[in-house]
């Protein structure tokens, strides 16, 4: 370890220390849909809450987690940022030039432009659902986003953080009725929206999961990285159930064009069927 | 570190690939448990509280099916060569225009769509290399869900038995499913005729369809069937038949990132859409 980051490890303490000492952030912050008391459906084992179905963020966050004006056909959103209250991510000054960096190329530099898997806390508040499968004793979430998925790993055992994965490595426990999360090992190749937020591979999240009526999860984020950020802070958005009939998770899959640059193509979409037939005239034409 | 497993599993791949090639035919004396037989496990299995067998654990494939690898599992094991001989390969009897396209593919294998990160359809996303990727299944009186580690693939089959929805084409098709005693049965359709079923250019088109049978045979044990019919490829259906085993409690699955971390390329030729220079 050198010299510089045993100095950034110390001085992120101490910005974690200020931040304890801090007062709590303003009521507004705290404030989510539904009261605290909400006491959600169980699974068969009457203890587990139920958090099955498939879910869907509300909000624009996707295009950029601060905020942002709206514009060609995406609603202008307010930062989902709480902490700290200004909404902004707390960049370390020599971190926030790769951000703008990334803004400005962000047409073609956003990871999830290549179809790679979305990272988290990215998943979450994508415009696309997900569906979270769950039993006494097993948590998962499948995300439509190119088919990715999180198994969540009982906290009783370490992380497996011998690699850097896309969706990173999972341990989760209960607290009352929140699913509380812990998310480490993951890669610093995805970004965290659109518009260039990014974080190096001393990313780690702890994400909470809260019912507050039948048909709304409270997510919440928060996020540290020493490398990148002065001090921790949490986003938080709210998942409403996507009650339609038949709603499910379809195939999101990838594509080349003729340029060899991949592209979501839509399982609805005929032009996304290969039919026999090329291989069958090139087979009589062959005899 | 970045990819590490990726980089190893492509790499596996890739010996698979040759493994395959020089494989022969490997006749069967292991004898598979058949769920009609009599089954003193039968009444002991896990159940859900609707009464169906619980499916949900980690599986892995111990043997059979296509047998185009022999190297180790997570904990250094070999499945495939520990498990016994698999039971034979699945027969295939192509239309003649069909029988001409297999050997153009198995002469081009690096077309294979696996092999360029696609998801790999149905019966391959179970007919991996034995010993290899584990499947994580979890289940509700609704659904059973497969969390495929292999090109994390995954399918939410509901138990509703519904109907397959029109317009939808896609590369693990539409899967639909229903209980028949203690078997899960599984419709697969609505293909989108991208996907190979192996790395030896065995293959289907859009006319595919696919019966699934996942019978628990014991705690730790899936019988998991599969019968392919395809009109306009094959002369009679094809038989897919081997068993998952349960994974150790102390494994967990993994991420599979193939396109995010895929360096394969770099063994291929640039004339085979690769990075590499062809040799003089």
Redesign the interface.
């Known amino acids: 370890m050198s010299v510089l980051r045993i100095a950034r490890v110390a001085s992120y303490f101490l910005a974690l220390t200020a931040a304890c000492l801090m007062p709590a952030p303003p009521a507004s912050a705290q404030a989510t849909s539904g009261p605290a008391s909400f006491s959600p459906k169980r699974l ?1 084992d009457g203890k587990t809450p139920d958090f ?1 179905g498939i879910w869907q963020a509300q909000g624009t966050a996707y295009v950029n987690v601060e905020g942002h004006s709206g514009g060609k056909g995406v609603a202008a959103s307010s930062s989902i940022v709480v902490d700290p209250p200004d909404g902004k991510i707390p960049y370390r000054s020599d971190a926030l030039a790769k951000r703008d960096e990334n803004y400005r190329a962000r047409a073609t530099a956003d990871p999830a432009l ?4 979305p990272g988290v806390p990215r998943a979450t508040y994508l415009p696309s659902p997900l ?1 979270i ?3 006494p004793g ?1 948590f ?1 979430i ?1 995300y439509q986003e ?4 999180r ?1 969540f ?1 009982p906290d009783d055992r370490p992380h ?1 953080d ?6 990173g490595d999972t341990r989760y426990r209960w607290d009352g009725d929140t699913l509380v999360a812990d998310v480490a090992a993951l ?1 610093d ?1 995805v970004w965290l929206d659109q518009a260039g937020n990014y974080h190096s591979t001393d990313f780690h999240v702890v994400e909470r999961y809260r019912l507050t009526d039948a048909d709304t999860i409270v997510y919440e984020a928060r996020i540290e990285d020493p490398m990148v950020y002065s001090r921790p802070w949490t986003l938080r958005t709210n998942l409403k159930r996507v009650k339609a009939r038949n709603a ?4 999101d ?4 064009d003729e340029h060899g640059v ?1 592209h979501h193509i839509s ?2 979409d ?1 032009d ?5 037939e090329a ?2 005239e ?3 034409a ?2 | 570190m970045r990819a590490i497993r990726s980089k190893q599993l492509r790499l596996a791949i890739v010996v698979a690939v040759w493994a395959a090639s020089i494989s022969v035919a490997i006749e069967s004396s292991f004898a598979q448990p058949s769920p009609a037989a009599a089954n003193p496990e039968k009444t002991t299995l896990p159940r859900l509280p609707d009464g169906h067998p619980d499916l949900q654990g980690l599986w892995m494939k111990s043997n059979g099916g296509f047998q185009g690898l022999f190297i180790g599992s997570l904990d250094g094991t070999n499945f495939a060569a520990g498990g016994g001989r698999g039971p034979p390969a699945p027969q295939y009897e192509y239309l003649p225009q069909a029988a001409a396209e297999k050997a153009y593919r198995q002469k081009h294998s690096y077309e294979d769509p696996e092999g360029r990160c696609h998801l790999p359809g149905v019966p391959r996303s179970l007919d991996q290399p034995a010993g290899l990727y584990p499947v994580q299944i979890i289940q509700d009186e609704s659904y059973v869900a497969l969390l495929h580690e292999a090109n994390h693939d995954v399918r939410i089959i509901p138990t509703d038995n519904s109907k397959h929805p029109r317009n939808y084409w896609a590369w693990d098709g539409d899967s639909r499913g229903r209980w028949e005693g203690d078997s899960f049965v599984v419709d697969v359709s609505n293909f989108n005729g991208r996907t190979w079923l192996d790395m030896q250019g065995n293959f289907v088109d859009e006319n595919e369809h696919v019966i699934e049978r996942f019978t628990l045979v014991d705690r730790d044990t899936i019988l998991y069937e599969a019968t392919v019919t395809d009109a306009t490829v094959f002369l009679k259906p094809i038989q897919f038949r081997f068993t998952l085993k349960r994974v150790p409690a102390e494994q967990q699955i993994l991420e599979y990132s193939c396109l995010e971390g895929e360096r394969s390329r770099q063994h291929f030729t640039e004339e085979d859409g690769g990075n590499k220079q062809r040799a003089k």
């Not at chain 1, 290549?114 to 898997?117: A, F, L, P, S, V």
């Not at chain 1, 190119?146 to 998925?149: I, L, R, T, V």
């Not at chain 1, 499910?248 to 195939?251: A, F, H, L, W, Y």
Request: with cysteine; aromatic share 16%; glycine share 2%.
């Open positions: 068969w099955r290549k179809c790679y898997q569906q499968l769950q039993s097993n998962a499948a190119n088919h990715s998925f198994v790993h497996f011998a690699a850097d994965w896309w969706m890669t190749q499910r998770i379809i195939e899959e990838c594509l080349d991949r399982p609805y005929r996304n069927l290969l039919t026999g291989w069958r090139k087979n009589v062959s005899k």
